[in-house]
C-alpha cells in the first residue's frame, strides 16, 4: 500500500514559482507512474501532469503546458511539480497520484495524496 504526501504548497503572486513535492513510502516507487491534480473550489478534480516509472514520458494538460514541469528521482521516491509564471486560475489544491506502470498512458491511479493547497495571488 502505497502512501503519498505532498508539500509545497503556498501564496505566491501572480508570475512567481513554487515547486511541489510528493514523497512516497510502502511500495516500491520505481512500479508506478506519477501524477499530479489539482482541484479548485466549486470545480472538479483535472489532471495536471504525469510521469513514467522510469521518467522517460511526461505529459501535460494544456492549461499548464510550457509552465509547469514534472520530474521525479527515484533514489528518494518523490515526485516533483515545478510550477512557473503561476496565474491566479492555477489557485487550488494540489495532489499528487500513482498508477501502476501497466497503464501508460491511461494511467490507472490507485494512491492518493491528501493535497496542498497552492494560492496566487493577483
Known amino acids: 500500500h502505497v502512501q503519498l504526501v505532498e508539500s509545497g504548497g503556498g501564496l505566491v503572486q501572480t508570475g512567481g514559482s513554487l515547486r511541489l513535492s510528493c514523497a512516497a513510502s510502502?511500495?516500491?516507487?520505481?512500479?508506478?507512474?506519477m501524477g499530479w491534480f489539482r482541484q479548485a473550489p466549486g470545480k472538479e478534480r483535472e489532471f495536471v501532469a504525469a510521469?513514467?516509472?522510469?521518467?522517460?514520458?511526461?505529459y501535460y494538460s494544456d492549461s499548464v503546458k510550457g509552465r509547469f514541469n514534472i520530474s521525479r528521482d527515484n533514489t528518494k521516491n518523490t515526485v516533483y511539480l515545478q510550477m512557473n509564471s503561476l496565474k491566479p486560475e492555477d489557485t487550488a489544491v494540489y495532489y499528487c497520484?500513482?498508477?501502476?506502470?501497466?497503464?501508460?498512458?491511461?494511467?490507472?491511479?490507485?494512491?492518493w495524496g491528501q493535497g496542498t493547497q497552492v494560492t496566487v495571488s493577483s
Open positions: 510521469i513514467s516509472s522510469n521518467g522517460a514520458s511526461r
Open positions: 510502502g511500495g516500491i516507487f520505481i512500479r508506478y507512474h
Open positions: 497520484a500513482a498508477g501502476p506502470k501497466t497503464d501508460w498512458p491511461n494511467i490507472q491511479y490507485n494512491y
